[in-house]
């Protein structure tokens, strides 16, 4: 059909051999896109994908998302040229064809995704006239996508981060109060509910019954049942996940009150270590006392909750490192998001003062030592398997920018700052002012 129905287009009389090839490569993906559509939309495939990435009829709708999908690739190799023009020229192309797409089939989540996450990167990017506009679009786009798939957790997911940027610009956060929106915990808090067991095994029950059958659905459910790798890590996906909102939520904490009190400090240091250790040191909270969660995160000694291990000077211990039995796990076993979420939390600590009644700890003595637990625990993101970490996505995140610009607001760059600082260097991180730039 498709040979019979398509055709390439015309080249001039005195064109060049790359110019043939160009046309006979567009032809060619053409041809794919129908043949891929078509096959995806026969009934007997039909039961085997989730409906949420369904493609229809049309293959100009799977043709403009490879499309914006290509110009995300030539962004990520401008960033890696340190090109800011071509970086945000190719987020620009990306963003149109998948609007384009999104008209087309407005129900598929794969382009909805895409769509709302090149919005986020927009909003965030360095020089864009209204960045506040980028991410109220995005919350837009994933509020209507929760609306009509609330099955889906990733979306749901994606809404109260998009949530929690939007918060940090004045204007939208006084819109959504006037129009009495939730905020990002409210939307943290009904997502530990979806990722309740119950929830997850009702679900799957559902694509069980006579006329909601459905093998796609069905293997979306049972996969946040398999064990997350590395296998000895005896995690779900559902459980790690579950420990990624969790920590989002702490994370929330600092960023709605930039200055908690003491005992609303120790409690989200103590709800992240509880989500990032593993075996008995999970328990340790039971007798740990309040600052568990405080010594776990950060190198301080576990017993006496006083100066750093072994009885160093914090100067001493700063030069040399952590003690390795206070590194926490190194099996990455509780999971990427875990890790990348606690790097953030830890990031956003670097704003907060110690908690009064702890370990004596003077303000640089605290950001120091956030910051050095900030680059363990991406460290540890890394060492997953099949880790989903992004130098260009990490280097737009809002929460990480304190620790990798080495300062806090508009101030000078500090001592403790190179910490974060050569840690982006060593990951391709740019830490430029230009890049570095916060929006307004």
Same mark, same amino acid.
Request: charge should be positive; glycine fraction near 8%.
């Given at each position: #059909?498709?040979?019979?129905?398509m055709?390439?287009?015309?080249?001039?009389?005195?064109?060049?051999d790359?110019?043939?090839?160009?046309?006979d490569?567009?032809?060619?993906?053409?041809?794919?896109?129908?043949?891929?559509?078509k096959?995806?939309?026969?009934?007997?495939?039909?039961?085997?994908?989730?409906?949420?990435?369904?493609w229809?009829?049309?293959?100009d709708a799977?043709?403009l998302?490879?499309?914006g999908t290509?110009?995300?690739?030539?962004?990520?190799?401008?960033n890696?040229?340190?090109?800011?023009d071509g970086?945000?020229?190719g987020?620009?192309?990306?963003?149109?064809? @998948?609007?384009?797409? %999104?008209?087309l089939?407005?129900?598929n989540?794969?382009?909805?995704?895409?769509?709302?996450?090149?919005r986020?990167? #927009?909003?965030q @990017?360095?020089?864009?006239?209204?960045?506040?506009?980028?991410?109220?679009?995005?919350?837009?786009?994933?509020?209507?996508?929760?609306?009509?798939?609330?099955?889906?957790i990733?979306?749901?997911y994606?809404l109260?981060?998009a949530? %929690?940027e939007?918060?940090?610009?004045p204007?939208?956060?006084e819109?959504?109060?006037?129009r009495?929106?939730?905020?990002?915990?409210e939307?943290?808090?009904?997502l530990?509910?979806?990722?309740?067991?119950?929830?997850?095994?009702?679900?799957y029950?559902r694509?069980?019954?006579?006329?909601?059958?459905?093998l796609g659905?069905r293997?979306?459910w049972?996969?946040w049942?398999?064990m997350?790798?590395?296998r000895?890590?005896?995690?779900?996906?559902?459980?790690?996940?579950?420990g990624?909102?969790?920590?989002?939520?702490?994370?929330?904490?600092?960023?709605?009150?930039g200055?908690p009190g003491?005992?609303?400090?120790?409690a989200?240091?103590?709800?992240?270590a509880?989500?990032v250790t593993?075996?008995?040191?999970r328990?340790?909270?039971l007798?740990?006392?309040?600052d568990?969660?405080?010594?776990?995160?950060?190198y301080?000694d576990?017993?006496?909750?006083?100066?750093?291990?072994?009885g160093d000077?914090?100067?001493?211990?700063?030069?040399?490192?952590s003690?390795?039995?206070?590194?926490?796990?190194n099996?990455?076993?509780?999971?990427?998001?875990?890790?990348?979420?606690? %790097?953030? @939390?830890?990031?956003?600590?670097?704003?907060?003062?110690?908690p009064?009644g702890?370990?004596?700890?003077?303000?640089?003595?605290?950001?120091?030592?956030c910051?050095? %637990?900030?680059?363990?625990?991406?460290?540890?993101?890394?060492?997953v398997?099949?880790?989903? @970490?992004?130098?260009?996505w990490a280097?737009?995140?809002?929460?990480l920018?304190?620790?990798f610009t080495?300062?806090?607001?508009?101030g000078?760059?500090?001592a403790?700052?190179?910490?974060?600082?050569?840690?982006?260097?060593f990951?391709?991180?740019?830490?430029?002012?230009?890049a570095a730039a916060a929006?307004?």
């Amino acid at each position: #059909m498709a040979a019979t129905l398509m055709e390439g287009r015309e080249v001039e009389p005195g064109a060049t051999d790359r110019d043939r090839r160009d046309a006979d490569r567009g032809l060619y993906e053409r041809v794919a896109c129908y043949c891929t559509v078509k096959i995806l939309a026969d009934p007997r495939s039909q039961d085997r994908i989730p409906r949420w990435e369904s493609w229809g009829d049309d293959p100009d709708a799977y043709l403009l998302y490879r499309l914006g999908t290509k110009a995300q690739e030539d962004a990520l190799a401008a960033n890696k040229r340190r090109d800011v023009d071509g970086e945000r020229a190719g987020h620009e192309r990306a963003l149109k064809h @998948f609007e384009e797409a %999104a008209a087309l089939v407005p129900g598929n989540l794969t382009v909805r995704l895409h769509q709302a996450g090149v919005r986020e990167l #927009m909003g965030q @990017f360095p020089g864009v006239t209204d960045p506040g506009d980028h991410i109220r679009r995005a919350v837009e786009i994933y509020t209507y996508c929760v609306q009509l798939w609330p099955e889906h957790i990733e979306t749901a997911y994606r809404l109260s981060i998009a949530r %929690a940027e939007e918060s940090r610009h004045p204007a939208h956060r006084e819109e959504r109060a006037r129009r009495r929106e939730p905020a990002s915990r409210e939307h943290l808090r009904l997502l530990l509910g979806r990722l309740s067991r119950r929830a997850i095994l009702r679900r799957y029950a559902r694509t069980l019954l006579p006329g909601r059958r459905n093998l796609g659905e069905r293997r979306y459910w049972r996969q946040w049942w398999a064990m997350e790798r590395p296998r000895p890590s005896l995690r779900t996906r559902r459980r790690s996940f579950r420990g990624a909102v969790r920590i989002a939520s702490a994370a929330e904490v600092l960023r709605e009150n930039g200055s908690p009190g003491p005992d609303e400090l120790r409690a989200a240091f103590r709800n992240v270590a509880r989500e990032v250790t593993g075996g008995w040191a999970r328990w340790g909270r039971l007798w740990g006392g309040p600052d568990w969660g405080l010594r776990r995160l950060l190198y301080a000694d576990h017993r006496t909750g006083a100066d750093h291990v072994g009885g160093d000077t914090h100067s001493r211990a700063g030069i040399a490192g952590s003690a390795p039995r206070h590194r926490g796990s190194n099996r990455a076993a509780a999971g990427y998001l875990v890790n990348y979420n606690t %790097a953030c @939390f830890l990031s956003l600590a670097l704003a907060t003062r110690p908690p009064a009644g702890s370990a004596a700890w003077t303000d640089d003595e605290w950001r120091e030592d956030c910051a050095r %637990a900030a680059v363990v625990q991406l460290n540890t993101s890394l060492r997953v398997t099949r880790s989903q @970490f992004s130098a260009a996505w990490a280097e737009r995140d809002t929460d990480l920018r304190p620790l990798f610009t080495g300062r806090l607001g508009g101030g000078p760059v500090t001592a403790w700052g190179e910490i974060g600082r050569n840690w982006a260097r060593f990951t391709g991180i740019d830490v430029t002012e230009e890049a570095a730039a916060a929006p307004p």
